[in-house]
């Protein structure tokens, strides 16, 4: 019990919860857009892509629903957090790599 308790305290500590969204971003970025129009999620290339038409073609899903959320939001994580992400993933690996 009393192992199970430090790991709980260990993964809840800042640097856990750092490195958890730092993988996750990870994740985000490296979703390829082929798997990303298999399930769906990928937005459509060209003039328009966000209007009705493109709305109609994806189920009639208002501006706010859930998937056109998702969708915005995974392609905003792969376009702007993708050198940031290089740079943060650098000074981690050199961070342990130096402190273990």
Do not use: W, Y
Request: aromatic share 12%.
């Amino acid at each position: 019990l009393f192992l199970f308790s430090v790991f709980v305290a260990r993964m809840l500590s800042i640097t856990g919860l750092f490195k958890l969204i730092i993988l996750f971003l990870n994740a985000f970025a490296i979703l390829s857009e082929t798997f990303l129009a298999q399930i769906g999620l990928a937005e459509p290339k060209g003039q328009g892509a966000h209007d009705a038409a493109f709305l109609r073609q994806i189920g009639g899903a208002s501006q706010d629903s859930v998937r056109i959320r998702l969708m915005k939001f995974l392609e905003s994580v792969r376009f702007l957090m993708r050198t940031p992400l290089i740079f943060l993933n650098t000074l981690i690996m050199a961070v342990l790599i130096v402190f273990g």
